[in-house]
């Protein structure tokens, strides 16, 4: 995905969160290719990353509180001190 294309959907989620869905938009990157992405400290809370090719990308501190997650590719990804609650985890690993 262009580094532009991606920024504006993520400009678009932070004003989507910090107004409670009044504002902005949700991030849908559903089966979007984000590998090798810097994704560091980034809010992704419930956003749409079904499918995602996220192998490689950096997600250090990155918050993936109540994103779907279902059917991504995490290989390699760096989640180091990334906000993932347990149950998160627990669908990825049901579903794979």
């Known amino acids: 995905m262009e580094e532009s294309k991606l920024a504006k959907i993520l400009e678009n989620h932070k004003k989507w969160i910090e107004s409670d869905g009044i504002d902005g938009q949700r991030a849908d ?28 990308a950096d997600l250090k501190e990155a918050d993936l509180s109540e994103a779907d997650l ?3 590719n995490l290989s390699g990804a760096d989640l180091s001190e990334a906000y993932i609650p347990e149950t998160i985890l627990e669908t990825i690993e049901k579903k794979d």
């Open 29 to 56: 990157l559903s089966g979007a290719n984000l590998s090798r992405a810097d994704l560091s400290e980034t809010n992704l809370s419930r956003a749409d990353l079904s499918r995602a090719n996220l192998s490689g």
């Open 70 to 72: 279902s059917r991504a």
